[in-house]
């Protein structure tokens, strides 16, 4: 599927948008020999580095700091009463951004890459138009345009909330702030303003959080949460906000008001393919909104392709990377690459942390006719003397007829970086007896996932029937 330059174009690849997607799919094509221009309205770095996963994560250290703290008297310490200030934070993290945006801009010129600092918008196949009119010609286009907040169904008041987008530049911390969501945007946000000190309450129209992870981590988190003083409100929704001066009051379905600084939805992202001339070309959306594409990331225009979460398949920066990466390779590198977007590791940055790869308890048993699962739950050994009230939460599931780990979730200090590891093991195809027969590491908390040897159920559709189960005495 390699293509080879042809002169009657201006460049053999127009990329539209410089998130971690496109800007990896423009240095690696640049590499290979094309030549390529890169458009960028706002900022090279696209959501992750600009206000997503980056700028998130530094204030998720931040918040954590007022724990460490509390924790240290129990260990000897005696640390004079802290003081924090909202806009130094806020600064030095600008300061961060400011850095990864110069070091993306110097690797796209290193690699020869253009950048086009407007907005782009597809005329035909091959031809695209910037915002002061000037087109260029071009062999191929690559849509990774990302995605955007969703602020939902039309509400009175809405024009009052703000998204994540804004709450990472909020000039000072919200005293109190409600948060409408439930998916990983909203958690990490809630337990970042927790933290900080902020009165958080969280909004969700949904049974319990985090939809469509495991049923018991989903729980544990709560609870979590919960303990840590955060007020989870599900089977709500915000139906109207009031601005009274500086404050605003938040009415929820069941009638509830609840008076706040800031009201931040957090429902969920679309991607963000509207107004660039898709339609006019007829490219193909599926029914989850985002840009169909096969295998090779290739819109069902021939030469024009899509990666990242504009395409809603693994909204994940390491997989629009990788997605990126494989493009180039496939179309300019001669070497057809499809990505794999089964059994990806993903970390929610909440308090505590979660790791997950695989498959949810739920899922197993609808894939796998015999399915074992072994759980576990203890207090961490910093908590034995520091006192706080937190567990860690750990379970994996294994298909009972071949052995494999098809499923690990993990609530705990830096489950980020543990999942990261694991994740190598079960895409890898680990079994558990791999798993026990690895030697543990002591004193440590993830030895626990080398030494579960009860299990918690077992569940079997062959000996008696579709959903039952054995549970483990």
């Known amino acids: 599927m390699a293509q080879t330059s042809k ?21 690696i094509a640049a590499n290979y020999g094309a030549r390529v221009v890169v458009a960028e309205e706002f900022r090279v770095g696209g959501t992750c580095v600009i206000r997503g996963c980056v700028p998130k994560k530094l204030l998720v250290y931040a918040s954590r700091f007022s724990h460490d703290f509390e924790d240290a008297a129990g260990f000897g310490w005696t640390v004079p009463e ?44 091959h031809t695209v138009r910037l ?5 260029v010609t071009t062999d191929n286009i ?44 909203a958690v990490e946000f809630a337990c970042i303003f927790a933290g900080m000190g902020s009165e958080v309450t969280l909004v969700y129209r949904g049974g319990n959080i985090l939809r469509g992870f495991d049923d018991d981590i989903r729980e544990h988190l709560r609870n979590e ?52 001339g898709m339609e006019k070309l007829g490219i193909r959306c599926h029914e989850h909104g985002g840009i169909e594409v096969d295998e090779y990331s290739r819109t069902s225009v021939a030469n024009i392709y899509a990666v990242g979460d504009v395409t809603n398949r693994v909204n994940l920066t390491p997989v629009a990377i990788r997605e990126g990466h494989a493009f180039a390779d496939t179309v300019f590198g001669g070497k057809p690459t499809r990505v794999d977007h089964v059994q990806v590791p993903t970390a929610v940055f909440s308090e505590p942390e979660l790791g997950v790869i695989g498959l949810t308890e739920a899922q197993a ?23 706080r009230a937190t567990r860690v939460f750990m379970k994996l599931l294994v298909d009972g007829e071949t052995g494999k780990v098809v499923g690990c979730h993990i609530a705990g200090p830096d489950a980020g970086e543990l999942i990261q590891l694991i994740g190598i093991a079960v895409k890898m195809g680990a079994t558990k007896a791999d798993f026990d027969a690895t030697m543990a590491v002591h004193p440590t908390m993830a030895e626990e996932l080398v030494t579960m040897r009860e299990k918690a159920a077992s569940y079997s559709r062959k000996t008696a029937g579709e959903g039952a189960d054995k549970a483990a005495e």
Not at 8 to 25: E, K, N, T
Not at 251 to 266: E, H, M, N, P, T
Request: contains cysteine; charged residues 25%.
């Open 7 to 27: 002169s009657q174009y201006d460049v053999d690849l127009f990329v539209i948008g410089a998130g971690s997607g496109g800007v990896r799919a423009a240095r």
């Open 82 to 125: 802290a003081t924090f200030s909202w806009p130094t934070l806020i600064a030095n993290k600008d300061r961060e951004i400011d850095r990864l945006e110069a070091a993306y801009v110097a690797n796209l010129e290193r690699s020869k890459v253009k950048i086009v600092r407007s907005r782009a918008v597809i005329e035909d196949p």
């Open 131 to 135: 915002a002061n009119g000037d087109t």
């Open 142 to 185: 690559l849509i990774a345009t990302g995605g955007w907040p969703h602020m939902g169904p039309h509400i009175p008041g809405i024009e009052h909330a703000i998204s994540s987008n804004e709450a990472l530049h909020l000039p000072e911390l919200p005293k109190r702030i409600v948060i409408q969501g439930g998916g990983y945007i």
């Open 225 to 276: 949460m919960q303990t840590r003083g955060i007020k989870v409100l599900c089977g709500h929704t915000v139906t109207a906000i009031d601005k009274s001066g500086d404050e605003f009051v938040s009415r929820l379905s069941d009638g509830q008001a609840i008076a706040c600084d800031k009201v931040l939805f957090a429902i969920g992202r679309r991607p963000n393919c509207m107004g660039i």
């Open 365 to 387: 048993r609808e894939r796998f006719d015999i399915v074992d699962v072994y759980k576990s739950t203890f207090r961490p050994m910093k908590a034995t003397l520091s006192g």
